[in-house]
């Protein structure tokens, strides 16, 4: 049986580059993305084989829908054996601006929060088969800060 990847923010960028290489590589392939379509047209577009790949529409942002996706994947297609939180986002913010302190909420619920949100419905599953990779993709801000 192959071995299963379960990407957040699959519809393009990192997300969808990361899956294609793990598709490459011979896994099977969970995909999860607010805006499901552009990830069934890459499939179809990359003749990426039905039975080795589903996508799961989520909002990583909103736990109960990341969780859900989650959910559904371990129901459907098993314990992942890499869960990987790609989905993020960049925006440039003033906190002089009102409307600039809602759009930094919504950077650290996707960034922050949607990543351990992403991780959790696969914890408990892979540390009781005893393996499992959960790999989160960050920025160099988590390092340091720009201007």
Known sequence: MAKLVFITG???GIGQALA???YQAGYSLALVA???EPVEAWAEALDISGDRFKVYRADVSVIDSIVSAGQACLAQQGTPDVVIASAGLSVGVDSAVRDDIDVMARVYATNTIGMAASFHPFIAAMTQRGSGVLVGIGSVNGI????
């Not at 340091?144 to 201007?147: A, E, F, K």
Request: hydrophobic share 40%.
């Open 144 to 147: 340091r800060g720009l201007p």
């Open 10 to 12: 699959a519809s393009s």
């Open 20 to 22: 294609w290489r793990f």
């Open 34 to 36: 607010r805006r499901w």
